[in-house]
């Protein structure tokens, strides 16, 4: 996810998507600035996977500051380390920074604040909220949900937002058949979450990967039936707030 703001950019996390957002940031370097903020969610694989080909990191003129509620150099570097990439690390001469978070410190880039809290998911994950100039982002995934109640920090932190980006991997008939403790949620939970947050906008992410284009349309009409201001992210989407 690239979220543009009116100084820097701001990325969540460094799946395989992140090779080609590399790639158009190097094309249009000139266009924008060259400090690269990128926060990572958890260290699971398909969260991380791509950034050994993020073309930026290897760009000395480029910045590169990295945010994790873990020791993220440790995660990228193990990642990289051989036999598994031929490069290390150390072949990244962007000017790199690393910053371990706290959910009581809010980061702050350039008008922009961000604040994070952790979401249950194996090995937990992230939730990010990005406030700038009155308007919102919050990006909830990976998570599980509770059944029994709603996850009230999470809903507070996505009090008012313009837009939630939520865990949707399942329906609620997939999640009943055995995916409970799985780390992810429905998109009835997704729907729960919107409407007692007051959200403008709801977009359904972390599809399933077993889901083809016409399972998503469907859980998408499913959803906007339920609460019209919700989509589902596709590639290459882009939202204005």
Not at 22 to 49: C, E, K, N, P
Request: proline content about 5%; aromatic content about 8%.
């Amino acid at each position: 996810i690239k979220l543009a703001s009116t100084t820097d950019t701001m990325i969540i996390d460094s799946g395989s998507g992140i090779r080609e957002l590399g790639l158009q940031l190097v094309r249009t370097a000139d266009l924008h600035s060259r400090s690269i903020h990128l926060f990572l969610t958890h260290a699971h694989w398909d969260h991380i996977q791509g950034f050994p080909f993020f073309v930026p990191a290897y760009v000395p003129t480029f910045k590169l500051d990295i945010y994790c509620t873990k020791d993220a150099k440790a995660i990228l570097e193990n990642q990289m380390r051989t036999p598994f990439f031929p490069v290390g690390l150390d072949a990244m001469f962007a000017k790199r920074g690393f910053h371990q978070l706290t959910s009581d410190a809010p980061v702050t880039i350039g008008e922009a604040q961000v604040r994070n809290i952790p979401l249950p998911h194996p090995q937990e994950s992230t939730a990010f909220r990005i406030d700038e100039g009155g308007r919102s982002v919050v990006f909830a995934t990976d998570t599980e949900h509770a059944p029994d109640h709603l996850n009230e920090s999470l809903a507070k932190l996505a009090e008012g937002a313009d837009i939630l980006i939520y865990d949707a991997q399942y329906t609620s008939e997939e999640y009943r058949a055995g995916k409970q403790g799985w780390g992810h949620s429905t998109y009835m939970e997704a729907i729960k979450l919107a409407r007692a947050a007051g959200v403008g906008r709801l977009v359904l992410y972390s599809h399933d990967p077993g889901h083809d284009d016409e399972m998503l349309k469907a859980i998408e009409s499913a959803a906007q039936r339920e609460l019209p201001a919700t989509i589902a992210a596709r590639d290459g989407m882009v939202l204005d707030v």
